[in-house]
């Protein structure tokens, strides 16, 4: 069995490789290497979020925010992470992450990973429920702020 402590040390490990790929990216083609990156991310998780949001009973293409919260909450489970879902309204929630093992090193190597490269798998998951889901950060761990917190809303 894995204990929480290895579990941890290994998604440091992963974020300080995913950092210095994208700080290296980013040097080389700027912004726009990022945005590929996002998307590249997204394309690859959206067949895994879909394959969860079946397993879990969810509507994929037709749900709501806490459907949103549902599979994001069960994907995030398996992070170490701490945070807590919070939903708004039937087509608002958001996700206050304030503990992260990615945090400190994408912090140290380059703090805008997350805004601008792992937003791509926040997409994955809130387009496999509704395409016309849109996840935003507001706060990012990294960036140096107290938490991280992510928005999902339903575009009319």
Known sequence: ?????????????????????AKAVYEKYGDEGLATMAKGLEDAFTPVARSVGRKLGISLGKGM???WVKLDGFLASGMAMEYEFITVSPTSAYVKVTQCPYADQVHRIFPDFCRKVLIGVERAIAHSVNP?????????LPEGKEICEIHCDLRA
């Not at 069995?1 to 790929?21: F, H, P, R, T």
């Not at 016309?132 to 990012?140: D, L, N, Q, S, V």
Request: negative net charge; without cysteine; aromatic residues 4%.
């Open 132 to 140: 016309k889901m849109e996840p935003h950060g507001e706060k990012y």
């Open 1 to 21: 069995e894995v204990s929480e402590e290895i579990l941890k040390k290994a998604l440091s490990g992963d974020a300080a490789m995913m950092a210095a790929m």
């Open 65 to 67: 925010a806490p459907e």
